[in-house]
């Protein structure tokens, strides 16, 4: 966790360094659960809130080879943050991502999905459809595709996705899940889906 705190720093001092002329796009990144809220408890001990918190702060580091971009964490420890205090760190945002993993009582079960809100925009759906292909392709995972649901990300007004990154009852994901290797992987995966949404964003 140390190496991680380091890289955190990077992360901050790396923005504060860059061009201040050029554009800088701001991707909240939401490890969902925290505290008393375990989110999925899976195999091997995994859990999800420590998961998705872990996976975060991968992010975060490896962000800094994104320099049109800047991560911010919604949590940077276990803790438990309420819905309301995620919509006011989103209102800083330019998109949003909450990251989360999947349970199932059948451990057949795997593969990589994304839920947008209904009723939420076309850049919604393309933000998901992109972290699925970019995400499932470096992961060599399948891909359960994006599905809208009532969710409370409907109260966002900037393009939000709930990003569930494989299930933790299935034995091949997660001993994958429980890498670093992998998580690193993921979190690549992630911020160039992100450039690449950027991207498509900036040519409308």
Not at 46 to 69: D, R, T, Y
Request: proline share 3%; with cysteine; net charge positive.
């Amino acid at each position: 966790m140390r190496a991680l705190s380091v890289g955190l720093l990077m992360t901050v001092l790396v923005g504060l360094c860059a061009n201040p002329q050029a554009p800088v796009y701001r991707v909240i990144i939401d490890p969902g659960h925290g505290g008393e809220d375990t989110g999925a408890i899976g195999l091997y001990g995994i859990i999800e809130k420590e998961l998705v918190l872990q996976i975060a702060h991968l992010i975060a580091i490896q962000a800094v080879s994104f320099p049109a971009m800047r991560v911010i964490l919604t949590r940077t420890e276990d803790r438990h943050i309420s819905r309301e205090e995620r919509l006011k760190i989103a209102q800083m945002g330019d998109l949003f991502i909450s990251l989360h993993a999947d349970f199932s009582y059948d451990a057949r079960v795997r593969g990589m999905r994304a839920q947008i809100a209904t009723g939420a925009g076309a850049s919604s759906e393309k933000l998901a459809e992109l972290l699925l292909q970019h995400s499932t392709q470096a992961a060599k995972a399948l891909n359960l595709g994006v599905a809208r649901a009532p969710l409370w990300l409907r109260r966002m007004k900037i393009p939000a996705v709930q990003l569930y990154l494989g299930y933790l009852t299935n034995p091949e994901e997660a001993r994958k899940l429980s890498q670093i290797s992998y998580q690193t992987t993921l979190a690549k995966a992630i911020l160039a889906a992100v450039q690449a949404f950027l991207a498509t964003d900036a040519q409308r």
